[in-house]
């Protein structure tokens, strides 16, 4: 009964429930791979002595990182365990900045989910981190001198709770552009309305506590029955939220967030990127504020071929795609002119 309990604290503290699963042969059939890896990309292993619960009154299930530490990250399908380096400010970031912002330096915020945070590689490899370097590598033609990218992407999160971080940490930081990096799938989470009927479930599964001693078969096949046994849960939980809320209901709560935002962040630019091949209802809405929204933000999609051989077996972006991730941001921001780089 303790086993359970635990394990069902853990993956409801976490957000994205975060459970080992170790990925299933090559003969499996194509249709069942695909099928696992959309629901591997709803799933994060995090420490939970490495983060902090409890802290907004409104959004019950809204998490951060302690600040100063190091979290490790290594789910059975990864070849090498990654560190993310959790700055002064609870940031996946390497460096602490200064919330004063020098007279000389142009600072962009980037928002996200685990795409922006950089899930499953080491904090200087994320894109972020890339970018900013890509950046101040460049040159400037105007009185700039100094380029500062600062991640608040996080794991898990959905556009209520991005939002509530930008608020919540972003804004005193005073930026000059805000980067939103959407994978398509913080548009299709509603965190705080699916998650009391995924702790129901839960509630009703035989959950197990997987521990290091076990034998390594052990822990594939018990890390197999758990994955599945959550993706059903996650699964239900999405079908009862399509049920309580039709699609233009969850568009026009997405679009309450949208606002937000654009109240947060007064006439600074918002550069909204975002893959392709979004999902259709969610591309729609998409559309809707390119039109709506034109005066205040910027729409780019990333190409396709970002995917494919540069992400991870659950899609998250592997370093390589990491590093086709700030190309394409560099390249837009330059070709739009949107900092003062030399050409």
Sequence with gaps: MFKKVVVAWFLLLILEIGVGFFVYGKVMHYKKQQAEKEALS????????????????????????????????????????????????GLNDSYDYPVEKGHDTFRIITLGESFTFGQYVNTNKNWTELLEKKLNESGFTCQTKKIEVINLGMPGFDVQEIVRRYKRIGQKYNPDMIIYFESGSGFIRFIQKALPYVDECLSHSDLVEISTSSAQENMKDLAEANFLKVRKCWDEAAEKVSK???????????????????????????????????????????????KKYQDKQYFIKIPKSIKGKNIFIDDHPNELGHQEIAKVIYDTLLDKQAVCLAR
């Design 42 to 89: 709803k799933i994060v292993q995090i420490d939970k002595e490495k983060v902090i619960k409890n802290i907004d009154s409104e959004l019950k299930h809204y998490w951060e990182y302690k600040p100063n530490s190091e979290a490790v990250d290594k789910p059975y399908w990864l070849e090498k365990e990654v560190a993310y380096s959790i700055n002064a400010d």
């Design 244 to 290: 309580d809320y039709s699609l233009p209901e969850r568009k026009e709560i997405l679009e309450g967030y949208w606002q937000e935002l654009f109240a947060l962040t007064e006439n600074r630019p918002v550069w909204f990127f975002y893959y392709e091949d979004l999902d259709f209802d969610y591309k729609e809405i998409v559309n809707d504020w390119m």
